[in-house]
């Protein structure tokens, strides 16, 4: 959440209706303030402060002024007491929020690894989803670290799927050839001498002349062996093979 807030939208977004101050009958000191900046935040962000650094300052004074406790009270609100967990318990209700699960988690990673990890490559934006989703199932998103693992889970079974896909679409003698292509040549009568064809590939072709273009007609006539599938990623999207692309040189 933003820190800096002006009047005006401290107002609109953090003004106790008489809902809220129904609420808070029961409640008094700290735990009245702390009560009343959860289910304002809560209200804006769908989720819970991770500690207390989150709410804005200006939003501790402006709602203590409503709540009549001094604002210096807000530092004895108790983050790891039962009366914290009861009021959360409290303000899911009052939105029609719950908890998100072990189970939830992982629907949470099925649903990236089948939906958006295969044209959504930023692992922060994935992470975005998953709270925004969250959000439209009335799911309490998970802690941040979480959801980073949870991003991480998806990433790596959609690539594992990915690349198991991908293979079954090639032939057998297509695969034998992939392997020979990354196999070390044993240095005998090979240009590069113990490496693989797939870095000789890679290489730069050097100074034009009969030899490098004989060379680079080499690397040409071998890949075309290869037999390629035409329509090997004709459902993939482009940025997802470049990406890939981009990696399996490097490596």
Same mark, same amino acid.
């Given at each position: +959440?933003?820190?800096?807030?002006?009047?005006?939208?401290? =107002?609109?977004?953090?003004? %106790?209706?008489?809902?809220?101050?129904?609420? *808070?009958? #029961?409640?008094?000191?700290? #735990?009245?303030?702390?009560?009343?900046?959860?289910?304002?935040?809560?209200?804006?962000?769908?989720?819970?402060?991770? #500690?207390?650094?989150?709410?804005?300052?200006?939003?501790?004074?402006?709602?203590?002024?409503?709540?009549?406790?001094?604002?210096?009270?807000?530092?004895?609100?108790?983050?790891?007491?039962?009366? =914290?967990?009861?009021?959360? +318990?409290? =303000?899911?209700?009052?939105?029609?929020?719950? $908890?998100?699960?072990?189970?939830?988690?992982?629907?949470?990673?099925?649903? *990236?690894?089948?939906?958006?990890?295969?044209?959504? &490559?930023?692992? $922060?934006?994935?992470?975005?989803?998953?709270?925004?989703?969250?959000?439209?199932?009335?799911?309490?998103?998970?802690?941040?670290?979480?959801?980073?693992? %949870?991003?991480?889970?998806?990433?790596?079974?959609? $690539?594992?799927?990915?690349?198991?896909?991908?293979?079954?679409? %090639?032939?057998?003698?297509?695969?034998?050839?992939?392997?020979? *292509?990354?196999?070390?040549?044993?240095? $005998?009568?090979?240009?590069?001498?113990?490496?693989?064809?797939?870095?000789?590939?890679?290489?730069?072709?050097?100074?034009?002349?009969?030899?490098?273009?004989?060379?680079?007609? #080499?690397?040409?006539?071998?890949?075309?062996?290869?037999?390629?599938?035409?329509?090997?990623?004709?459902?993939?999207?482009?940025? &997802?093979?470049?990406?890939?692309?981009?990696?399996?040189?490097?490596?």
């Amino acid at each position: +959440m933003r820190q800096d807030w002006e009047p005006e939208d401290l =107002i609109e977004v953090w003004t %106790l209706l008489d809902d809220d101050e129904k609420r *808070l009958r #029961n409640k008094s000191g700290a #735990n009245r303030l702390g009560f009343a900046l959860l289910l304002k935040f809560f209200e804006v962000e769908a989720r819970f402060p991770e #500690n207390v650094s989150e709410i804005p300052a200006s939003a501790v004074a402006y709602v203590a002024q409503q709540v009549k406790v001094a604002p210096e009270e807000f530092a004895a609100y108790d983050w790891a007491s039962r009366a =914290i967990s009861r009021h959360r +318990m409290e =303000i899911r209700a009052v939105f029609g929020f719950r $908890e998100c699960t072990v189970e939830d988690q992982a629907q949470l990673a099925e649903w *990236l690894a089948g939906e958006l990890c295969g044209v959504e &490559l930023s692992r $922060e934006r994935l992470a975005e989803a998953v709270v925004a989703r969250c959000r439209k199932d009335r799911l309490e998103p998970p802690a941040p670290a979480k959801v980073t693992r %949870l991003v991480a889970s998806a990433v790596n079974t959609f $690539e594992e799927r990915f690349c198991r896909t991908t293979t079954d679409r %090639l032939s057998a003698v297509t695969r034998s050839r992939l392997d020979d *292509l990354v196999a070390e040549d044993d240095g $005998e009568g090979s240009v590069g001498g113990g490496r693989t064809f797939f870095a000789e590939l890679k290489a730069d072709p050097g100074a034009l002349g009969l030899e490098s273009l004989l060379t680079e007609v #080499n690397k040409l006539q071998r890949v075309r062996q290869l037999e390629l599938p035409p329509e090997l990623f004709g459902d993939v999207s482009e940025k &997802l093979v470049s990406a890939w692309r981009a990696r399996a040189a490097k490596e």
